[in-house]
């Protein structure tokens, strides 16, 4: 079982459109983070969430957490080819106790010119 | 470069072999993570570490695999007697203070190749 379910899985949109990915658990965070992967690289980190309904803006990207600090979304304006990549959130569920990342399934996007 | 280095790149082993991955986190973060990824798979978590001492390593097979982060020196993920199954790439990140609140620096990575 996956503590943080992503989707969709593969995204595959032209240039110009926009898109939504989702992060999903049954588990409450007390922050959330996105990372961006490329092919043969480490993940880079895009943005921390850390209140709940909190929306964060980074450029034409535009990340929500939810409510209940169960969820969050990353929506992309108008895509560009640069913008391929696998999108991963992560976090820390309160109930483990944890202190290290859990990270999604991903979303790998792919944006065609 | 102020990164996390990691070496080698590539690692390829034969089956019973050693292998020792390195990780130079960025100067100055004091908390190591190794993680493990599999093809078309996320990022599973292995063990934690800071200096000189393993505060987690819950994810980490209890057999054949070790790690360490000296008081000098790189923190070292190795893995003995390896088999086909541990071919993946193997990540190492760190961070600045304690707790997963903290954005992680990732390394590019080890890809290992067990043949």
């Not at chain 1, 560009?80 to 696998?86: A, C, H, M, R």
């Not at chain 2, 819950?58 to 007697?81: D, N, T, V, Y």
């Amino acid at each position: 079982t996956q503590l943080l379910e992503q989707s969709p899985q593969f995204l595959s949109i032209q240039e110009g459109e926009n898109l939504t990915v989702y992060c999903n658990s049954s588990s409450v965070f007390s922050s959330l983070q996105w990372y961006r992967q490329e092919p043969g690289e480490g993940p880079v980190l895009l943005v921390t969430v850390v209140t709940g309904g909190e929306v964060k803006k980074l450029k034409r990207l535009t990340f929500q957490f939810g409510d209940a600090r169960k969820d969050s979304s990353l929506h992309i304006t108008a895509a560009q080819p640069g913008d391929t990549g696998l999108y991963l959130c992560a976090g820390a569920p309160r109930e483990t106790g944890a202190n290290n990342l859990f990270f999604g399934t991903g979303t790998r996007l792919t944006v065609i010119p | 470069n102020a990164g996390v280095m990691q070496n080698p790149r590539h690692l390829v082993r034969r089956r019973g072999q050693e292998a020792r991955l390195r990780c130079s986190p960025v100067k100055g973060h004091s908390h190591v993570y190794w993680y493990r990824q599999l093809p078309e798979e996320g990022l599973k978590f292995m063990v934690y570490l800071q200096k000189e001492n393993i505060i987690d390593e819950s994810g980490m097979p209890k057999e054949r695999f070790s790690a360490e982060f000296p008081k000098e020196g790189p923190s070292i993920l190795r893995i003995q007697q390896v088999v086909r199954g541990d071919s993946a790439a193997y990540f190492c990140a760190s961070s600045p203070r304690h707790g997963a609140d903290y954005g992680y620096t990732f390394g590019s990575g080890t890809r290992l190749t067990v043949v």
